[in-house]
C-alpha cells in the first residue's frame, strides 16, 4: 500500500546521488585519506509526481542505517581514485491491511486470515559502490577538476512495483485485480538501490578566502544505465572556519531526471493515506500508479567538521530532502571520522630544508580554508580540501 521508492544513499551524507567527497582540492601525491563513515535516514512522508509531500498510507514509517568506507589516494598532485562502499540495513514497517471482502460463508474466516496484507519488510547487505577518478584542470586562481563516477549494483534485488513487476500498467492491473492483490504476490519492495549502474561525469569549481571561507560548486551529467532515466546534478557548499579547530558548513544538491525510465511496475498507494487499516472497504481507497525507474530530488545539508589533530577531523551533520518526485521526504543525520596520512613504503624522500618543519607543512595542506603564514624559505604549497566532507548519498527507500 505504499508508494515505490528508489533513492539510494551513501553515508557521510547524501541523497539524491552520492556527492558527498567532491572536491576541487586534490590529495597530494601518495596521500591516502580513509574516512569511516554512519548515518540513520527516518521518513513517514513521500513524494510523487505532483512533488507534495504526503504521508505514508497505513502508518507507514521507514528507516536505513548505512555504515560506509571511503578510501581516497593521490596517484599524483593533480590525480586521486576514490572507492566508496557502503553496508545498509533498511526497513519499513507498516499497519496490515486487507483488501478484498469475503463472502459472508463460515469459510470467511479462513479467507480473511489467507488474505491479509501486510507491507513490513527490512532488507540488510552491501549497496552500491562507487569508484571515481578525479583530476585537477587548474589550481590557480580557483581550483578546477573534473570527475567522472562508476557506480556498481552489488546483486540485490531491484525495485518492483507493490505486488511485483508483471503487471506493469494499470489496465492490466485492474483486469487482475482478484489475483494479482494476494500476500504471496506482495514484493519485497524495500530496496538498497537501482540495482542498476550509473556513469556520472561532473566538473568542480572551488574557492578559499582570506577571512577563512570556503565555497565548492559542482554540475554534471549522470547517465543511468539498464533503463533509468538519466539526470543532470549539481550541488553547492559553503564553509566557514571559526578559531583553530572548527568547520561549520551547509549546502544542498540536485538531481533532475531529464529522460523517461523504464516502467518497474504498477505501486498501490492510498487516495487518503490517513484512513486507518480498519476503515479500508475493498479496493476503494487504492490510487494506482505505473511507476518509472526515474527520481528528482533536492537534499540539504549542514553540519560541522572538528579538526582534531592535523590528520584527523570528526564531521556530523543534519540533511533533509525537501523535495523531489519518486523519492522520500527523508531526515538524515550523519557523523564520520577522517585520517589523512602519506604513504612512502618503499619511495625515496628528499630531504627537507632545515627551516621547514614537517608538521607546518602538513598543517599548511590539510585545509582549502587554513591560511598559514610561510617562512621565507619555504616553498609555497597549494590547499587542499577537508578529510572529511560534509554529505553522502539519500539510503534507498521503499516502493
Known amino acids: 500500500m505504499r508508494f515505490l521508492f528508489v533513492l539510494a544513499v551513501c553515508a557521510t551524507t547524501w541523497c ?8 576541487p582540492w586534490t590529495l597530494r601525491q601518495r596521500q591516502v585519506a580513509f574516512v569511516a563513515g554512519y548515518d540513520y535516514q527516518w521518513a513517514n512522508r513521500e513524494f510523487i509526481e505532483d512533488r507534495e509531500a504526503r504521508r505514508f498510507p497505513l502508518q507507514g514509517r521507514y528507516s536505513a542505517s548505512t ?28 499497519d496490515p491491511v486487507i483488501l478484498l ?5 463460515p469459510q470467511s474466516f479462513d479467507f480473511y486470515q489467507e488474505n491479509i496484507l501486510d507491507f513490513s519488510q527490512s532488507q540488510a547487505g552491501v549497496g552500491d559502490i562507487w569508484i571515481t577518478g ?42 487482475q485485480i482478484a489475483s494479482v492483490v494476494n500476500p504471496n504476490n506482495v514484493s519485497d519492495d524495500v530496496t538498497l538501490g ?15 578566502f582570506p577571512s577563512r571561507t570556503f565555497m565548492v560548486v559542482q554540475a554534471g551529467y549522470n547517465l543511468r544505465l539498464q533503463g533509468a532515466g538519466d539526470q543532470v546534478l549539481a550541488s553547492l557548499k559553503v564553509g566557514q572556519a571559526i578559531g583553530e579547530r572548527l568547520l561549520v558548513y551547509a549546502g544542498g544538491n540536485f538531481a533532475y531526471a531529464v529522460t523517461q525510465g523504464d516502467l518497474i511496475g504498477v505501486s498501490v498507494a492510498a487516495i487518503d493515506p490517513s484512513l486507518p487499516a480498519t476503515e479500508y472497504q475493498g479496493t476503494d481507497n487504492l490510487l494506482l500508479r505505473e511507476v518509472r525507474l526515474e527520481r528528482d530530488a533536492i537534499d540539504i545539508q549542514v553540519g560541522g567538521i572538528i579538526r582534531v589533530t592535523d590528520a584527523v577531523e570528526f564531521n556530523v551533520g543534519y540533511g533533509r530532502t525537501v523535495w523531489g518526485r519518486n523519492t522520500a521526504a ?4 550523519f557523523l564520520s571520522l577522517g585520517v589523512r596520512t602519506v604513504v612512502t613504503a618503499g619511495v625515496q624522500e628528499e630531504p627537507e630544508p632545515d627551516v621547514v618543519e614537517p608538521e607546518e607543512a602538513l ?37
Do not use: C, W
Open 101 to 105: 471482502p469475503g463472502d459472508g460463508s
Open 134 to 175: 578525479r583530476y585537477a584542470l587548474l589550481h590557480d586562481p580557483l581550483p578546477i577538476a573534473v570527475e567522472l563516477r562508476l557506480k556498481a549494483p552489488t546483486g540485490y534485488d531491484r525495485p518492483e512495483g507493490t505486488f511485483g513487476s508483471d503487471p506493469a500498467t494499470i489496465a492490466d492491473f485492474q483486469a
Open 67 to 94: 555504515f560506509t568506507l571511503n578510501t581516497r589516494f593521490g596517484l599524483t598532485d593533480d590525480l586521486e581514485l576514490e572507492l566508496t562502499v557502503p553496508i545498509k540495513f533498511v526497513s519499513y514497517v507498516s
Open 330 to 333: 527523508s531526515n538524515a543525520v
Open 194 to 208: 537501482d540495482g542498476q549502474v550509473d556513469l556520472n561525469l561532473n566538473f568542480l569549481m572551488g574557492a578559499s
Open 363 to 399: 598543517v599548511e595542506e590539510e585545509y582549502e580554508y587554513e591560511y598559514v603564514e610561510e617562512p621565507v624559505e619555504a616553498e609555497p604549497t597549494e590547499p587542499v580540501a577537508p578529510t572529511v566532507q560534509p554529505a553522502s548519498e539519500p539510503a534507498p527507500a521503499p516502493t
Open 16 to 23: 539524491a546521488v552520492p556527492q558527498a567527497h567532491a572536491s
